[in-house]
């Protein structure tokens, strides 16, 4: 793949900021759109804007029919055994929320297991506390080794006959670490215990097969996969679905209604009260059309050697901290700290280069009292980076070592 053609297709990146052409490393919280999503959105509320499942006019029928394949492009992306376990959410907080709500909270009993680790983003670790909270359920972590990683020693060790669910990041968004899914979930299994992966730093940047992994649910936000905000999905297994009552009612979801009870619709629909986000659907079928083409295989090989490169420039600077595992155990994304200069001043002064990048506690509270910082500063790379924006980062933290004086960060 070529990153610099690539870019090509991305509005977005071609301009100036602060006078300095854009570099933008902040794909962990947010990617950029190429053209063709962009293009799929406006052409659905120009030709195709209805709502779904409704109406029997053209439009209508048109709506659905979009909303639907983007169902069914989510299903062959994720390699699901059918599109009933596609539930369209606002992305992977929604996601997880349900899961926590409308599966742990019906299930668990007192004194029943969560467990989880300290590198899950706040997504995947408040609902589990509220879980616990509202059903007796003890919440268990699996320890981290000193890179940032875990062991599956470790995993089993936590893991027990008495744990119900597993709930983990596949990819951490601060320390990059990759974790082993498929092994942990053949422990969880083994204990029968559910495992719910957070698929949010996993998915747009390498190949996810739901059914090799075998996890019971994955849950990944649009908007960090070239689709737009307020678009993602709950991946469950149809069984776990069935047997869970929805948390939101209305429209949509319902089969019959009465005047004192109501029976709900059939897979995914039960899942999907009110009018959905249409537009985002569909935006998200051409973000995965796009990926394909480009090819997922292509984007993490691309990553992996860009990350290389970025640990190895950004380590040969005097003062810079990087946390987490090595480039091999890592994906695409590189969290750093510059001496003792608060990372907002870091991002601050490199947003005067043009360069973007993210700082603060990347709603991970509980990892940054275990590295024994407040903040730290990220750079996340995409499919569109370069090494030479990688050299501008670099080039620009010595600028900014040169500006906060050397002797403060020695």
């Known amino acids: 793949m070529d990153p610099i053609a690539l870019k090509s297709e991305f509005p977005i990146l071609h301009q100036d900021i602060n006078g300095h052409p854009l570099v933008y490393l902040d794909n962990g919280a947010t990617t950029q759109k190429p053209r063709s999503v962009i293009e799929a959105v406006k052409r659905y509320y120009e030709h195709d804007n209805a709502n779904v499942h409704r109406g029997v006019h053209t439009l209508g029928s048109r709506a659905t029919d979009a909303y639907e394949g983007a169902r069914e492009k989510v299903t062959r992306f994720l390699n699901a055994a059918s599109s009933r376990e596609i539930i369209f959410t606002r992305g992977t907080t929604t996601a997880l929320n349900l899961v926590a709500s409308g599966y742990a909270r019906q299930t668990l009993r007192e004194g029943d297991e969560i467990v989880i680790t300290p590198m899950e983003h706040h997504s995947n670790l408040i609902p589990w506390q509220q879980a616990a909270k509202a059903t007796g359920a003890v919440l268990k972590y699996i320890p981290l080794q000193p890179d940032g990683t875990i ?20 990819v951490s968004n601060v320390l990059g670490t990759i974790n082993p899914i498929a092994e942990i979930t053949k422990i969880a299994h083994r204990n029968g215990a559910v495992i ?34 307020g678009i993602g999905a709950l991946y469950g297994k149809a069984k776990l679905l069935e047997a869970m009552d929805p948390i939101e009612f209305g429209g949509e979801m319902i089969d019959f209604v009465e005047l004192y009870d ?21 935006g998200l079928g051409a973000a995965i059309d796009f990926l394909e083409q480009v090819g997922l295989d292509n984007i993490e090989r691309h990553e992996h050697k860009l990350v290389k490169y970025a640990m190895d420039r950004l380590s040969s ?42 700082a603060g506690h990347h709603c991970c509270q509980p990892l940054m009292r275990w590295l024994k910082v407040s903040a730290t500063a990220r750079a996340s790379m995409y499919l569109y980076n370069t090494e030479q924006d990688i050299d501008r980062l670099a080039e620009s933290l010595v600028k900014t070592k040169e500006f906060f004086g050397y002797e403060s960060i020695g």
């Open 151 to 170: 062991t599956l020693a470790d995993v089993e060790a936590t893991v027990t006959e008495r744990t119900k669910i597993v709930a983990i990041t596949y």
């Open 262 to 282: 109501s029976t709900w619709k059939e897979l995914p629909w039960k899942f999907e009260g009110g009018t959905p986000i249409i537009a985002g659907a569909v």
């Open 317 to 358: 600077i005097d003062g810079v901290t990087i946390y987490g595992p090595s480039a091999e155990q890592r994906a695409g994304l590189v969290t750093f700290n510059l001496g003792d200069v608060h990372p907002h001043d870091v991002a601050t002064v490199l947003d005067t280069e043009g360069i973007a990048v993210r």
């Open 196 to 229: 719910v992966v957070d698929g949010a730093q996993s998915t747009p940047h390498m190949k996810v097969d739901v059914r090799a992994l075998d996890v019971d649910f994955y849950a990944f936000s649009g908007h960090k996969m070239c689709a737009p905000t």
